[in-house]
């Protein structure tokens, strides 16, 4: 395994993605506090730490749905970090608390850019990358829950258009090889095929499903 | 009110442990190629995903084309001329801006 890169490193690396990911926290920010409160957002933004959990938690309140809905929605969401942690945990060093709180630092940005596409991750980018973009994300919901009013509908300024563009450039700067892009078609495909049938949370996990191409011998 | 922090607190609690189980569970573990190849390809599948995900999703089961897809393409295309990330997520909220408003 080549060695890690330094956690400063890996702030340095994801100074990028951190006005984009400021954006979205103030995008969280502006929706959830008419439903939340305005505490309840930050606190959420510290704890959970997970756009996407957050998103879909905050859409089952929307629309008024349960408190149990909504967990289970943000759970379904996050239940990628399960393959992730699997698939990274060998990459991990330490005692077994030390391997847990290390894998707090396991986020899509931080995974994406750490991997080194031979199934080792490169662990300074991962938490240096990590706490940039964590910061900006809180940074961005206290923003958003104080100051957020100023801005009117986020989708009206398009806001709602961030995450797409922001997972498709780490998708760019990930599928150098044809493999990987033939990996992506396929994870797009069952995404976009469960999404009409299945729960919130499940098209994206079954996607990683894709990576078993890796098994054919090339 | 308080239901809020049942979320917050079982999605934290939750969270955590998803993400502490395969890093607590797996050691030091040397990989055999074909598992490092496939733990390789996780990333593009899940990032394709996410793309799909957040451009089409309604916020509940269902497929919603909007002018979220327009963002994408247009995000696409900043991409292609080598732009860094923050042009490019100005350039897809601007682009869905846009054609929200015609």
Known sequence: M??????????????????????????????????????GPIVMSVLVFSGGA???????????????AAIAAGMLMNARWLPMGFAVGPSLRGGPLARALQGQAIVDASFAMSSRGDGTFDRGLLIGATIAQGSAWIAGTVIGVTGGGLLGDPARI????????????????????????????????IAVALMPVAPIGI????????????LRTR | MSAVWVLI??????????????PVTVGARR????????????????LAALVAYET????????????????LAAAAGAIA??????????????????ARAV
């Open chain 1, 158 to 189: 398009g806001l709602d258009a961030v995450f797409p563009a922001f997972y498709l450039t780490l998708l760019a700067e990930e599928a150098r090889s044809g493999r990987a892009v033939a990996v992506a078609l396929a994870g797009a495909a």
């Open chain 1, 203 to 214: 098209p994206v996990i079954a996607a990683s499903l894709a990576a078993l191409i890796g």
């Open chain 1, 54 to 68: 957050q998103f879909a938690a905050l859409g089952v309140l929307q629309a008024g749905g349960a408190t149990g």
């Open chain 1, 2 to 39: 080549p060695p890690d890169s330094g956690i400063r490193a890996g702030v340095r690396a994801a100074l990028p993605l951190v006005l984009p990911t400021l954006l979205l926290g103030v995008s969280f920010g502006v929706l959830a506090k008419p439903v939340m409160g305005a505490i």
């Open chain 2, 9 to 22: 607190g079982v999605l934290c609690a939750g969270t955590v442990a998803l993400k502490a189980a395969g």
């Open chain 2, 81 to 98: 001329l080598r732009r860094s990330m923050l042009v490019v997520v100005i350039v897809a909220a601007t682009a869905t801006a846009l």
């Open chain 2, 56 to 71: 089409l999703t309604p916020g509940r089961p269902g497929l919603e084309v909007d002018a979220r897809l327009v963002g």
């Open chain 2, 31 to 46: 990989l055999s190629p074909r598992v490092a190849a496939v733990i390789g390809l996780v990333a593009p599948a899940l």
